[in-house]
């Protein structure tokens, strides 16, 4: 049969309906994804006890990791798949697929052995202690080492889908293990009585379940797909693995600096007791629907830009990013200002401790104010991805967190005590939001009017 791109939605439909394509289904998994990284906090919580609590969000960072090389492999061979279609490079495309997925196989294979050796002292650096550890250290064994690489290709492979247009089966995917996790959790957790382990047991099998579906998509559509998931055809390409991992690195940067920033501010917390740590384990999963969202959406229109950017159409490029910082920033102001009023109520749903909601009211204040800059900041860094301007992606992120937040985190914890904690994220965000306009400005205006002028000659 005739292989296909759908060229109609790359090229010709009208940016807001071809962004709504693209996004609605991206937004619709991201909103599952949120559920569920909820689901094991929710669920947890209501065992009433801080110390299981607290081994959760110690263990959750490293579960951040996954992500982190979720988006190394999956945004990079995402982003030069996009492009190589609209170069109408049909070979690129379907040697990156399957050395974005069989590249990501074998590194993930390499790294669950690292972290089984090294989880220990991981978690005592994360702010374990001797009531919490017990927790911590079995969820991470359950959905990291075992777990892991059925967690990364899942989310490689819905990549791989979106990058030719199936954005709907890409989601459909994702959201299906989404929602088997919150099934399972009460069952696992409660029914089981497992607690910790139960939660960990539900993600492992719902990302399990998540992966199975989006091959079965792949087999389905392989004889019009430019996708293969052959291992290496023509033999392994060491330039293309490069480029994927290049283009990929700023978001799987992006994930790990952000978990050592959560790893330290864990840390921190910790000095104030279980109570805090279990408390702002409640507000990093809320502050994780502005992160997911912005995530859903820079997903969503990254194939798009690549596409168009490959194409030199430049106009279209332009017009998708409006749209998308347009999208971006309503839903952040709307999660800043919901999570303010309802901080108390919102602390509450997850776990009915005195102690806990008073931590947990006093962080979400402050921290949650970092929302409208930092969905700027991620948005304008996934985009430079799609257009494989990684450089300028890359450095803006790590002085980010290595520059800014870590460094600023440490001295209001300093001067203002668990407070000063809270506020060292807005204060970063802030910062790094000026540095991001600059980007994009250098990035797109400048770099696509040259490239324009070029093409004119």
């Known amino acids: 049969m005739a292989k296909e791109v759908n060229k109609e939605v790359f ?22 994804t949120i559920i569920y990284s909820l689901a094991d906090t929710l669920f947890v919580g209501m065992l ?53 997925f069989w590249g ?18 991981l978690l005592y650096v994360a702010g374990a202690s001797a009531q919490s550890y017990d927790s911590a250290s079995v969820y991470m064994l359950i959905v990291f080492v075992i777990g892991g690489i059925p967690t990364v290709l899942s989310i490689v492979m819905s990549n791989l889908l979106r990058a030719e247009g ?26 089981a009585d497992m607690g910790v382990a139960g939660a960990a047991v539900a993600t492992l099998i719902s990302n399990c379940v998540s992966l199975i579906f989006l091959i079965i998509v792949y ?14 055809p023509g033999g392994v390409s060491w330039k293309l693995i490069k480029d994927v991992i290049l283009v990929g690195l700023p978001s799987g940067c992006l994930t790990v600096l952000g978990a050592t920033g959560c790893i ?21 999963r809320i502050s994780f629907i502005s992160i997911y969202t912005v995530h859903g959406v820079a997903q969503g229109v990254l194939p798009l ?22 999208i971006t920033e309503v839903l952040a102001w709307a999660i800043m200002i919901l999570s303010l009023i309802f901080s108390a109520g919102i602390i509450k749903i997850f776990i009915n401790d005195a102690a806990t909601i008073e931590a947990g009211v006093q962080i979400m204040r402050k921290y949650m104010l970092c929302t409208p800059f930092m969905a ?78 070029l093409s004119k000659k």
């Open 219 to 232: 087999i389905r559509i392989r004889e019009t797909s430019y996708i293969t998931l052959k291992p290496f």
């Open 11 to 32: 090229e010709v439909l009208p940016v807001p309906q071809a962004v709504a394509k693209f996004v609605l289904p991206s937004l619709a998994s991201t909103l599952i």
């Open 104 to 121: 990501s196989l074998v590194f993930m294979a390499v790294i669950c052995v690292i972290f089984q050796i090294l989880e220990k002292p």
């Open 376 to 453: 700027i900041v991620l948005l304008v860094s996934t985009l430079c991805q799609a257009v494989g301007k990684w450089q300028y992606s890359l450095i803006m992120l790590a002085i980010r967190q290595l520059v800014f937040n870590i460094p600023i985190t440490f001295l209001l914890n300093s001067l203002f005590a668990m407070k000063g904690v809270a506020s060292g994220q807005p204060t970063t965000e802030l910062i790094c939001f000026i540095g991001a306009l600059f980007v994009y400005h250098r990035c797109f205006y400048r770099a696509m009017n040259r490239e324009e002028l």
């Open 166 to 191: 199936h954005a709907k089966s890409a989601s459909s995917g994702l959201m299906l293990g989404g929602l088997l996790n919150c099934i399972l959790d009460p069952i696992f957790i409660f029914g």
């Open 48 to 100: 009433n006890n801080p110390s299981q609590l607290a081994g959760l969000t110690v263990a959750f960072p490293y579960y951040q990791f996954l992500n982190a090389f979720s988006s190394l492999w999956g945004v990079g061979t995402n982003s030069v798949m996009s492009r190589a279609l609209g170069e109408k490079d049909y070979d690129r495309v379907s040697k990156a697929s399957s050395h974005g």
């Open 305 to 326: 830009i690549g596409y168009n950017y490959g194409a030199k159409n430049f106009k279209r490029v332009r017009s998708v990013n409006k749209c998308a910082f347009l």
């Open 264 to 284: 330290i501010q864990t840390s921190l917390y910790s000095l104030y007791g279980d109570a805090a740590v279990a408390g702002w384990g409640v507000v990093n």
